[in-house]
């Protein structure tokens, strides 16, 4: 999935270059001891992704803790940085 913002044309994931493989082995490499960092728009633009495209790494991305760094207070629209 690439996902261009503002002209730059290099965005995305890799996926060119997986395998069938790809996908299980990740998920299940995911786990309670694996944790995601992720920017707002990466969270949502990966989520939406594979939640769209279902099998392993959907479902052990789900399973696994996710942390999102955001400059928009939680259910506000107010910016807080």
């Known amino acids: 999935m690439r996902t261009p913002r503002g002209g730059f044309e290099h965005g995305g994931w890799a996926l060119a270059a997986a395998d069938p493989g790809t996908g299980a ?14 920017g707002r728009r990466s969270h949502d633009d990966m989520l939406a992704h594979w ?14 803790t996710k942390y999102v760094v955001s400059c928009w207070a939680p259910d506000s629209s107010t910016r807080c940085c």
């Open 25 to 38: 082995a990740m998920g299940a490499a995911m786990g309670t001891d694996f944790a995601w960092l992720f």
């Open 51 to 64: 939640n769209a495209a279902g099998g392993p790494f959907r479902e052990g991305l789900n399973a696994t």
